[in-house]
C-alpha cells in the first residue's frame, strides 16, 4: 500500500505459533508439540517471508552488448525471472563475461520504487600483431609510433585501423593499412622491402676518373657501386683533362652500365685586366664576359684575344696555351676624345661630370665619346642635368641657364585651374603698381587717393562672373528677377541681387567641394590667408582690370572715351527706356545683363571686368584714407566694418566717373547691377 508521502509501506508479518482448538490448554501446561504443528509453522514463516520479499522487490533487467555468456550479482537477493531480477533495493555488485571480451564488473544501485534497466557495453580485448620483415631489423611503427625492430610478435593494439610502417637504411620505406579485429586475435604481416638503390657501372676514356656523385668521390673508373634512387650530379675528374659533369636519374633495383664518357684534354687559362676596367672581351669572335676576366682557351690552337670599351680604341692579341697552361696579360685602352664646350648662368655655378665636380661650369671638356651626365648646381638654384655623347670629330656646346628656386616653384604651378562648378581660374604673377587715380583726372572721387602697392602671392582669378547656374548649384532657389520686363535670371547670365556674406559663403562652399580650406569664418577672411576659395581683394582686382598686360588703363577698353565697338556691356542707347545717363553713341545689343564672356577678355584673358555687372570685393569700405600712405603689401582691406567695396561698372552706368577703372563703390546689401567672382591664392603662404 501506498503511504501520504507517495512511499510504499509494508506492515511486518510476524509469525505466530499455530494453536488448534482444545490444545491451548494443553500446550500452557506443557504438554508435548506434535511434529505436524511444527511443519506447518514452519512454513508459514516461510510463506511469510516470501510474501515480504515479493512484496518489497524490484524488477530489474540487466542488458549487455554484446550478450554476455555469464552473469552474477552479489550484494543481496537477486531472483532471476525471465529476463529480469527481482531485487531490493540498495547496492549490488554485477560481474559478466564472455569469451574475447575484458572481464566486466561494476556496482549498481537499485532505488526505492523504482523499476530499472542497466544497459552495459562489453570491450573486446586488443588483438596481437605480429610483424616480420625481408630483411630483417627494419624500424617498425604504427600511426608513426614507434614498436620495436622486426621481427615482432605479439603486440597489442585495441580494435582500429592502423598505418603499419617499416623503415630500413637502404630500402625504400614500406607502408601498409591494417585492421586489428581484437577479441585477442593475432594478425600476422610480412613485409617485402624494396631496395632503394642500384648498381650503376662507371667508365671513361682514358680510364683512372674519379667518379664523384653529388660532389663525393666514389672511386676510379671503371667502377661499379651501389646508388641512392633519385636524381643525382655526376662528376669525372683526371689530371690534364677537362672535368666532365653529367645528370644521372637512379630507380630503384634497376642497375644500369653507363656510356662510357670520353675525356677531352685540359683547357689553357688566360687571366685578363684592363685598364680601365670593363672592357668587352672575345675570343675567336665569341664573346666571353668582362675585364678582369679569365678565359680559357684550347690546348695548342692559336687563339685571337680583342678588347673592346664604348669610348676607347680596341685592342688585341694573339695566344697559345697548352694543356692546363696558365697564363695573364693586362691591356692597356687608349681613350677616343671628344670637345664639349659648356656655357652656364650664373657664372659662378660648379659643373660636375659623372658625379665628379669639375670647377666652374663654364669651361671646355675634352671626354671619351661615351655618354656622360654633365649637372651644373648652385644653391638656390634648380640643378640641371643632361646626358651628352661627346664626338671625336666635332665639338659641341652647351648653353645652360639655372632657374632660381622661386622662378622653378612659380613655373611649377598650373596656368589655369577648374573649379567644381566648372568656372575655370587664370594664374596671376603678382608685382608693383599705384592704386587710385591723379588728383586731376576727369571723374575722379576723393577716395581714389594714389596708394602704391605690392603683391608678393601669385593668385588665380575667375576669368567670368559667377552665374546664376553656379550659384544655384549651392542655393538652388535663387533668383535675380527681371527689370523692366527684362529677366536678369537666365543661367548664363551673373547672378546679381546677393549680399556680401551670401557671395563669401558660396566661397565656402565651393572650397569644401574642392577639398580646400574654408577662406572665410565669422563673416571675416581667415589670417594667414589660406588657398580656399574668397573674393579678390581690391588691390588684386584693380591689378588684374588696370594692369593687364604691362599697360595702366583707365577705361577696361582703353584710354580715351567714349567707348567703341563691343567694348562692354554698359548703359548705351539701348537702355534709353531704363537709364536716365547712358551712352547715345554706343550700342552693346543688351537693355541690361548679358550672357557672361560675351565681351572680348583683358590682355590676362579676363572677361567683364569693366561692364555687365559691378563686383563685390573682399574688402570693408570704413577707414579710408584720404593721404597717400607707405607701399602696402598685400593689402585686405580696413576691418572697420559697415559695408564693403564694390568695383567695376556696370550695365546701370554710363558716365565718366564709374566707366574708370579706378572708380570705387560700397554697397550694403544686394542689387540687380552686382554680383561676383572667385578668387584663391595658388599656393599657402610659407
Not at 569700405?621 to 582691406?637: F, Y
Amino acid at each position: 500500500m501506498t503511504g501520504p508521502g507517495g512511499d510504499q509501506d509494508h506492515d511486518r508479518v510476524q509469525p505466530a505459533r499455530f494453536e488448534p482448538p482444545g490444545q491451548a490448554s494443553a500446550s500452557a501446561s506443557g504438554l508435548p508439540v506434535r511434529p505436524l504443528a511444527l511443519v506447518v509453522g514452519a512454513g508459514l514463516l516461510i510463506f511469510a517471508v516470501a510474501a515480504w520479499y515479493l512484496l518489497t522487490a524490484l524488477s530489474v533487467q540487466l542488458r549487455f552488448e554484446p550478450a554476455a555468456e555469464s552473469v552474477s550479482v552479489s550484494g543481496g537477493w537477486s531472483l532471476p525471472v525471465g529476463e529480469r531480477r527481482l531485487m531490493r533495493p540498495g547496492n549490488y555488485q554485477v560481474q559478466a563475461s564472455r569469451a574475447g571480451y575484458e572481464p566486466f564488473s561494476q556496482t549498481i544501485t537499485v532505488k526505492p520504487g523504482e523499476d530499472a534497466v542497466f544497459d552495459f557495453k562489453l570491450q573486446k580485448l586488443p588483438g596481437r600483431l605480429g610483424v616480420s620483415s625481408t630483411p630483417a631489423g627494419a624500424r617498425g611503427s604504427v600511426n608513426e609510433q614507434p614498436v620495436g625492430e622486426t621481427p615482432l610478435r605479439d603486440h597489442k593494439l585495441p580494435p582500429g585501423e592502423y598505418d603499419l610502417t617499416l623503415r630500413a637504411e637502404r630500402y625504400e620505406v614500406w607502408r601498409e593499412k591494417i585492421t586489428i579485429e581484437g577479441l585477442d586475435k593475432a594478425l600476422q604481416v610480412d613485409a617485402e622491402l624494396v631496395p632503394a638503390w642500384a648498381a650503376i657501372g662507371f667508365s671513361s676514356q682514358p680510364a683512372g676518373a674519379t667518379v664523384l656523385i653529388d660532389g663525393k668521390p666514389r672511386g676510379q673508373t671503371p667502377l661499379t657501386t651501389d646508388v641512392g634512387a633519385g636524381d643525382h650530379e655526376i662528376t669525372y675528374r683526371l689530371a690534364g683533362y677537362q672535368t666532365r659533369t653529367q645528370p644521372l636519374t637512379v630507380k630503384a633495383d634497376q642497375p644500369r652500365e653507363l656510356d662510357t664518357v670520353t675525356l677531352q684534354p685540359a683547357l689553357g687559362r688566360l687571366k685578363l685586366t684592363s685598364r680601365p676596367a670593363g672592357a668587352s672581351v672575345t675570343v675567336d669572335g665569341q664573346f666571353q664576359g668582362s675585364t678582369p676576366l679569365t678565359v680559357s682557351l684550347k690546348p695548342g690552337q692559336d687563339s685571337l684575344i680583342k678588347l673592346t670599351k664604348a669610348g676607347y680604341s680596341a685592342a688585341s692579341r694573339r695566344f697559345t696555351l697548352n694543356a692546363d697552361e696558365q697564363d695573364s696579360a693586362s691591356f692597356e685602352l687608349e681613350p677616343v676624345l671628344g670637345e664639349i664646350r659648356v656655357t652656364a648662368t650664373p657664372a659662378d655655378a660648379r659643373l660636375f661630370v659623372d658625379g665628379t665636380d669639375r670647377g666652374a661650369a663654364s669651361q671646355t671638356l675634352r671626354l671619351t665619346a661615351v655618354p656622360h651626365k654633365l649637372s651644373i648646381r648652385k644653391p638656390g638654384y634648380v640643378s640641371h642635368e643632361v646626358s651628352v655623347t661627346p664626338r671625336p670629330d666635332t665639338a659641341q656646346s652647351l648653353n645652360i641657364r639655372l632657374k632660381s628656386q622661386a622662378q622653378a616653384k612659380a613655373e611649377a604651378v598650373p596656368a589655369r585651374v577648374t573649379a567644381a562648378t566648372g568656372q575655370s581660374l587664370v594664374l596671376i604673377q603678382p608685382g608693383r603698381f599705384t592704386m587710385g587715380s591723379p588728383r586731376r583726372e576727369q571723374g575722379r572721387q576723393n577716395n581714389e587717393v594714389q596708394q602704391p602697392v605690392r603683391l608678393t602671392r601669385p593668385f588665380y582669378l575667375a576669368v567670368h562672373e559667377v552665374t546664376n547656374a553656379a550659384f544655384r548649384q549651392f542655393k538652388s532657389g535663387h533668383s535675380s528677377g527681371i527689370v523692366e520686363r527684362t529677366t536678369l535670371d537666365n543661367d548664363n547670365y551673373p547672378v546679381v541681387r546677393v549680399s556680401w556674406a551670401e557671395a563669401t559663403a558660396f566661397c565656402n562652399w565651393l572650397s569644401e567641394r574642392d577639398g580646400l580650406p574654408a577662406a572665410y569664418a565669422g563673416g571675416q577672411l581667415v589670417t594667414p590667408v589660406n588657398t580656399g576659395y574668397r573674393l579678390p581683394t581690391e588691390a588684386e582686382w584693380a591689378y588684374a582690370a588696370r594692369f593687364a598686360g604691362g599697360r595702366d588703363l583707365k577705361y577696361a577698353w582703353g584710354q580715351t572715351m567714349p567707348p567703341t565697338g563691343r567694348a562692354g556691356n554698359y548703359a548705351d542707347r539701348a537702355s534709353a527706356a531704363l537709364l536716365s545717363e547712358h551712352l547715345d553713341s554706343y550700342d552693346d545689343g543688351f537693355r541690361a545683363a548679358a550672357p557672361v564672356g560675351r565681351f572680348a577678355a583683358n590682355a590676362l584673358g579676363i572677361h567683364d571686368l569693366g561692364g555687365n555687372v559691378s563686383e563685390w570685393v573682399n574688402d570693408s569700405s570704413g577707414g579710408v584714407s584720404l593721404v597717400p600712405r607707405a607701399e602696402l603689401t598685400d593689402p585686405l582691406g580696413s576691418d572697420a566694418g559697415g559695408e564693403h567695396r564694390v568695383r567695376g561698372a556696370s550695365w546701370r552706368h554710363g558716365r565718366i566717373t564709374e566707366l574708370r577703372l579706378a572708380w570705387r563703390d560700397s554697397a550694403g546689401s544686394g542689387r540687380d547691377d552686382l554680383g561676383f567672382r572667385i578668387a584663391r591664392y595658388a599656393e599657402a603662404e610659407e
